[in-house]
């Protein structure tokens, strides 16, 4: 075992990676299944000299989120889906005024109080609309408790880099998993960028610093959205994060992220030891999505098989960049129901038989 | 080692505990591990259970359908996961607790009554560690130093006078 | 020659979007004198909120962040607890703080942040033209009660300042109106009693301005002004409702 190597679960290795990655503010609500990034902010935050409080709703917390942001403080808060729902109004806020921040979403089950069990159904609320407006979020998923430390950081990272609000999107089994992660005992601080718009006081040297989301003119919001969607661009040609699992000589390839792209190489592995050729495509950002690179499988493969703990979302991004090249089949579970390989295999088989 | 490991009983006798010190053990050996747990209302007083992973290569799905091993604390744990096991696998089960008929002939079954010695020996709501003893013994694990580290990593820093209770339940499990 | 009177330099140069007879801007200037007179302008933070006080960001001479509609005191709360050391008001309207942020200046005050909440109280939806707040008076005609306020329908008034009084963590509460240039003055001195109190780190502070909106009342300046007096300080008593400045809440 190398040295400072922990057991940790996703919801606490993703706090600590924050605290690390120079968070210097949590501000949270308790729900299942991401409550122990808050348990865990309560304690070390505040020993770490940074900022813990518990809001009295989703909603006060990501504003909360906004006040902290706005004075340019490394920011976050962390909540599961029906929580999400609330905060979303004010992430459109947070977008439209420029403001990094990093927000943490386990998702559980849904439509309405759901369940508490895992889920990835809502890769369209998270992806597509996380609020009213024009604009978009950087969406990170990573499929593994190393992995989640490593994109907290960079998602503090690139939302100071980019202005904008950073989502991580988890789910109940990363949340609550534990696997090893490695810390070292000294935390290293980056240097951070700038921030010369951050609002904490003008001190009489320069002019005030306004944080806004209102523009009433219609040119200058338009302006001001078009420009915003010039860094979009700038956005997808260089964030774009995808993992190739035995893809090369695949005449099968299933695309999935997160948890549920774990479960789809155990079905690959026991696939491949039957000879089959298959792989997993695994989109680690969501948003800018990997389009090319599922363009290019889509020449070569006849089939794409989408696995999703939904009944389907971000399939519909898949066939939209495989523009009827091949087969797209999809695979899922829902309700808190997770695929096992086996129903993996199955409808892998089917697929070959031509069903 | 390795393996894929399935910890079942009701929520309070340590299930998660005995899968997370099962787990240290498997990383102080260089393996990957990951640990799973049962979560929400059903831990409150209702049933819980651990998946635990341990391979040389990177683990895929960490959710343990088929277990190789079975550790089982309770009757409703027992009946939802003995035909779960995979052929040849192991069922470690507490025999003061659970007296059921065993109905399958194509793997092993052990029986220890953990919570029985546990209590005899005054180590009370330490039955999960005489478990993990007697299932590490028919693994014919034999790194004694390594189980103790595992034991030490996963007990809470502000319990360390629950190290040597632990360490002797695990001796109790491994000598039975 | 000598200068007897200058703008304050709490407030920008714009050229406000208020309407005429509308006490917004006295409250903005006393808001910005008693900033300028502590000498805290440069380590101020305002909050706007949502209504006819959003675009207040381009007139109070301070950094400046917009809130979602009733947000304000959370917006605050984020800004003060990363930096204890800077003053940090909301400026908000009765819909604003009343109804749609009610929770949050409920709990910000009962958290005892230490932040200033400058509440105006017109007893109206202004910035969407006149419609019923949860501070407008029964029988009061508004668009959307055109037989007036009925409390069988549309329920009571809110007193924020009683309600919030209650509070452990409120050090200082006051309603004062501007109806009179006496009422200004008054008004500032609660406004200056707020900030200090926040300089000194002693809880949360509120002051409630009664207001006029003489567009939406349909009255001229001069009846907003009477009207304020008469109808509004009935249910609305001006007073001190709490003062712990002399310990602090915590």
Not at chain 3, 182 to 196: C, D, H, I, P, S
Request: aromatic letters at 8%; a neutral charge.
């Amino acid at each position: 075992m190398k040295k400072n190597t922990y057991l940790m679960k996703g919801n606490e290795a993703i706090a600590e990676g924050a605290i690390r990655a120079g968070c210097k503010a949590f501000f949270g609500y308790p729900i299942t299944p991401q409550t122990e990034i808050a348990a865990y902010m309560s304690n070390k935050m505040r020993e770490s000299g940074g900022v813990y409080l518990q809001a009295e709703s989703e909603i006060s917390a990501i504003n909360m989120v906004l006040g902290a942001a706005a004075t340019g403080t490394r920011v976050m808060t962390s909540s599961s889906s029906p929580g999400i729902s609330l905060k979303t109004e004010t992430i459109s806020y947070i977008a439209a005024s420029d403001l990094p921040c990093v927000i943490v979403d386990v998702q559980r089950a849904g439509p309405g109080l759901g369940g508490i069990q895992p889920s990835q159904a809502d890769y369209f609320q998270v992806v597509k609309a996380l609020g009213h407006g024009d604009f978009y979020c950087l969406v990170y998923a990573p499929s593994g408790v190393g992995e989640a430390v490593e994109i907290i950081h960079r998602a503090f990272d690139k939302a100071d880099e980019y202005r904008m609000p950073v989502i991580i999107l988890a789910d109940g089994i990363l949340g609550q998993m534990m696997e090893p992660v490695c810390f070292d005992d000294e935390i290293k601080q980056d240097k951070l960028v700038e921030k010369n718009w951050a609002t904490s006081g003008h001190q009489e040297k320069r002019p005030p610093n306004i944080v806004n989301s209102l523009i009433l003119n219609v040119n200058s919001l338009e302006q001001k959205i078009v420009d915003r969607f010039k860094k979009y661009e700038e956005i997808k040609l260089k964030e774009v994060m995808v993992e190739e699992y035995l893809v090369d000589d695949a005449e099968i390839v299933i695309i999935a992220y997160g948890s549920t792209a774990r479960i789809a190489k155990t079905a690959v592995d026991s696939m491949r030891a039957d000879g089959e050729k298959i792989g997993v495509l695994r989109p680690i950002s969501l948003w800018p999505f990997p389009n090319d690179k599922i363009e290019e499988i889509s020449k070569k493969v006849g089939n794409i098989l989408v696995v999703e703990m939904s009944m389907g979302q971000m399939i519909l991004d898949v066939k939209a960049v495989v523009e009827g090249r091949c087969k797209v089949d999809f695979c899922g579970r829902t309700g808190g129901n997770v695929p096992t390989p086996t129903e993996i295999i199955d409808k892998v088989s089917s697929i070959k038989r031509g069903d | 080692m390795e393996g894929k490991t399935l910890f079942a009983g009701f929520g309070g006798q340590g299930i998660l505990f005995a899968g997370k010190v099962l787990s240290y053990i498997g990383l102080i050996d260089d393996n990957n591990v990951s640990w799973l747990p049962s979560y929400g209302p059903e831990m409150r007083g209702g049933t819980a259970n651990c998946s635990v992973c341990i391979s040389k290569s990177p683990i895929g799905s960490p959710i343990v359908l088929e277990p190789e091993n079975l550790i089982v604390m309770n009757i409703p744990s027992f009946k939802k996961f003995e035909a779960s096991v995979c052929v040849g696998g192991n069922i470690i089960l507490d025999s003061s607790l659970i007296k059921d008929s065993k109905s399958r002939e194509d793997i092993f079954y052990y029986d220890i009554p953990a919570t029985y010695l546990a209590k005899k020996n005054n180590l009370e709501k330490l039955g999960n560690i005489i478990m993990l003893g007697k299932f590490l013994k028919i693994i014919e694990y034999k790194d004694k130093e390594t189980v103790v580290k595992g034991i030490e990593k996963s007990v809470s820093k502000k319990r360390k006078e629950l190290i040597e209770k632990n360490i002797e339940a695990f001796e109790i499990g491994y000598n039975n | 020659m000598k200068t007897v009177f200058e703008k304050t330099k709490g407030l920008t140069d714009a050229i406000t979007h208020y309407c005429p007879g509308c006490t917004h801007g006295i409250s903005h200037r006393i808001v910005g004198e008693v900033l300028e007179e502590f000498e805290v302008l440069g380590k101020t933070v305002g909050i706007a909120s949502v209504g006819c006080s959003v675009m207040s960001y381009d007139y109070f001479n301070v950094d400046m962040v917009q809130a979602p509609h009733g947000r304000a005191p959370s917006v605050a709360t984020g800004v003060k607890r990363v930096l204890p050391d800077n003053i940090v008001f909301t400026y908000q309207g009765d819909g604003d703080l009343a109804a749609i942020g009610t929770g949050e200046v409920v709990h910000a005050a009962a958290r005892g942040e230490n932040i200033t909440v400058i509440f105006i109280n017109n007893g109206t939806y202004g910035m969407t033209g006149g419609q019923m707040a949860p501070t407008t008076l029964l029988s009061q005609v508004t668009q959307t009660t055109p037989k007036g306020r009925d409390k069988h329908n549309d329920g009571f008034p809110i007193r924020v300042c009683e309600m919030l009084s209650t509070l452990e963590g409120v050090v200082y509460a006051e309603r004062t109106a501007l109806d009179s240039p006496k009422g200004v003055m008054q008004t500032k001195r609660a406004v200056k009693k707020a900030f200090k109190s926040q300089i000194e780190k002693k809880g949360f502070s509120i002051v409630e301005i009664l207001s006029t909106c003489p567009t939406n009342w349909g009255l001229t300046a001069v009846e907003s002004l009477k009207w304020v007096e008469k109808e509004m300080t009935e249910y609305y008593p001006l007073g001190v409702y709490k003062d712990k400045t002399d310990k602090g809440v915590f």
